[in-house]
């Protein structure tokens, strides 16, 4: 069975930082690319970040980009999410989300972070 | 980045049939496969269509999709009360470089 579980969110004022992890079992985790997707409370799914299987790939909706960087850790079966200089329009449920092999498509889903940023 | 238009609400009594719009742009749906998402109150969103109109192992055939140029939409036949959900739609988004999703819609069974 695919399971996703993510960790490591928290409260942190403006301008902190924060290390999402997400590890994954019951699939051969290397082969796959990896995302974090967001969803600020009430509000409707974001997608932030992806990872490619190859390891060569990274790629970032631009209200991230210079603030947030993807990792993976395929020996350990690990994707990671770096967040710094957070902001509270950030405050979100932080999800995994394995690709499903077609651009676009997400197959499996952790149950999700929460990360709030405020003072 | 461009967002997929959906309306907010939609809602049938039980045995009905709903259908949900989803509208993008030649970047997304026009050139891309759609999917669809159900998200359970207060859990995770699992994918429900995928490639414009499969349906994942597990999901009922009373849920079908359909795409159209730039507009895709999700339609549920004899309407029940564990259907009631928020929908997603979803594409990959050529100018985003990832996945661009709907507004999403809240299905009401009354």
């Known amino acids: 069975e695919v399971q996703l579980v993510e960790s490591g969110g928290g409260l942190v004022k403006p301008g902190g930082s924060l290390r999402l992890t997400c590890t994954a079992s019951?699939?051969?985790?290397?082969?796959?690319?990896m995302n974090w997707v967001r969803q600020a409370p009430g509000k409707g799914l974001e997608w932030v970040s992806s990872?490619?299987?190859?390891?060569?790939?990274?790629y970032y909706v631009d209200s991230v980009k210079g603030r947030f960087t993807i990792s993976r850790d395929n020996a350990k079966n690990s994707l990671y999410l770096q967040m710094h200089s957070l902001r509270p329009e950030d405050t979100a449920v932080y999800y995994c989300?394995?690709?499903?092999?077609?651009?676009?498509?997400?197959?499996?889903w952790g149950q999700g972070t929460l990360v709030s940023v405020s003072s | 980045h461009s967002v997929l238009t959906q309306p907010p609400s939609a809602s049938a009594t039980p045995g009905q049939r709903v259908t949900i719009s989803c509208s993008g742009n030649?970047?997304?749906?026009?050139?891309?496969?759609v999917f669809w998402y159900q998200q359970l109150p207060g859990t995770a969103p699992k994918l429900f269509i995928y490639?414009?109109?499969q349906r994942p192992s597990g999901v009922p055939d009373r849920f079908s999709g359909s795409k159209s140029g730039t507009s895709t939409s999700l339609a549920i036949s004899g309407l029940r009360s564990e259907d009631e959900a928020d929908y997603y739609c979803?594409?990959?988004?050529?100018?985003?470089?990832?996945?661009?999703f709907g507004t999403g819609t809240k299905v009401t069974v009354l």
């Open positions: 989300a394995r690709g499903s092999g077609d651009p676009g498509g997400l197959d499996s």
């Open positions: 019951g699939f051969t985790f290397s082969i796959y690319n």
């Open positions: 990872f490619s299987s190859s390891s060569r790939y990274m």
């Open positions: 030649s970047s997304n749906i026009g050139s891309n496969y």
């Open positions: 490639k414009n109109n």
């Open positions: 979803a594409a990959w988004d050529d100018s985003l470089g990832g996945p661009v």
